[in-house]
């Protein structure tokens, strides 16, 4: 008798699952662009807060406070709320996923530039830098590798919690999982589930090759 774990190697490797609106690459371009929308609202938003707080040193006690609170919100009960709010489409899960990618962005810029030697700091003043200069040009550049860490782990945590849009009967990787458990075929449910893990898996090694390279301060 196979095991699940050889029947979701079958479905995997069956091509019919690998072609159209229902397979695979379909399923994963989805899944990606709803995780890179969602960084990207959550970058716009959390990335000049955190740079402006770890610049100035000012409200970092509110955006601890903060950030713990948005990390304890539970997603999908989030979810639920905001399709109650705001009915069943994207907008419902790209608010509960950016909630969930704003504490890392924001934990990641300004814990960086507070990270710089402060004589770093002052002795870029001492030579004329106006303030913007010294943000743009010092203490972004020497904060890349925990901005990027930053990035990482909010990209992380979206492409593994965007299956949720499944739930509400949106498309990316979730599907498999969600439907597969509604039917009870469980070697779709595991398929979709190793395709998440492997796209993970792939998204940290790249950012991870990308922090390596960045400057340190």
């Given at each position: 008798m196979s095991s699940v774990f050889d029947e979701a190697v079958d479905w995997l490797t069956t091509s019919a699952h690998w072609?159209?609106?229902?397979?695979?690459?379909?399923?994963?371009?989805?899944?990606?662009?709803?995780?890179?929308?969602?960084?990207?609202?959550?970058?716009?938003?959390?990335?000049?807060?955190?740079?402006?707080?770890?610049?100035?040193?000012?409200?970092?006690?509110?955006?601890?406070?903060?950030?713990?609170?948005?990390?304890?919100?539970?997603?999908?009960?989030?979810?639920?709320?905001?399709?109650?709010?705001?009915?069943?489409?994207?907008?419902?899960?790209?608010?509960?996923?950016?909630?969930?990618?704003?504490?890392?962005?924001?934990?990641?810029?300004?814990?960086?530039?507070?990270?710089?030697?402060?004589?770093t700091i002052d002795a870029a003043r001492a030579v004329g830098m106006t303030e913007w200069q010294v943000l743009t040009k010092v203490e972004i550049p020497l904060a890349a590798g925990l901005i990027v860490g930053g990035l990482r782990s909010a990209v992380l945590q979206v492409v593994a919690t965007a299956t949720i849009a499944a739930y509400i009967g949106l498309g990316g990787l979730g599907r498999y999982i969600i439907d597969g458990v509604a039917i009870r075929d469980y070697p779709q449910t595991l398929s979709g589930s190793l395709v998440v893990v492997v796209l993970a898996l792939a998204l940290d090694a790249v950012f991870a090759a990308v922090q390596r390279l960045a400057p340190r301060a």
């Amino acid at each position: 008798m196979s095991s699940v774990f050889d029947e979701a190697v079958d479905w995997l490797t069956t091509s019919a699952h690998w072609h159209g609106e229902e397979g695979v690459p379909h399923r994963l371009f989805q899944h990606l662009g709803y995780t890179t929308l969602t960084v990207a609202i959550a970058a716009v938003v959390a990335l000049p807060v955190g740079l402006w707080i770890g610049h100035t040193g000012r409200l970092r006690g509110l955006a601890v406070l903060v950030s713990g609170a948005l990390r304890a919100l539970p997603t999908l009960g989030l979810l639920t709320l905001v399709v109650l709010w705001q009915g069943i489409g994207l907008t419902a899960p790209i608010i509960a996923l950016v909630v969930l990618a704003i504490p890392p962005l924001l934990a990641g810029a300004y814990a960086g530039l507070e990270a710089i030697d402060r004589r770093t700091i002052d002795a870029a003043r001492a030579v004329g830098m106006t303030e913007w200069q010294v943000l743009t040009k010092v203490e972004i550049p020497l904060a890349a590798g925990l901005i990027v860490g930053g990035l990482r782990s909010a990209v992380l945590q979206v492409v593994a919690t965007a299956t949720i849009a499944a739930y509400i009967g949106l498309g990316g990787l979730g599907r498999y999982i969600i439907d597969g458990v509604a039917i009870r075929d469980y070697p779709q449910t595991l398929s979709g589930s190793l395709v998440v893990v492997v796209l993970a898996l792939a998204l940290d090694a790249v950012f991870a090759a990308v922090q390596r390279l960045a400057p340190r301060a």
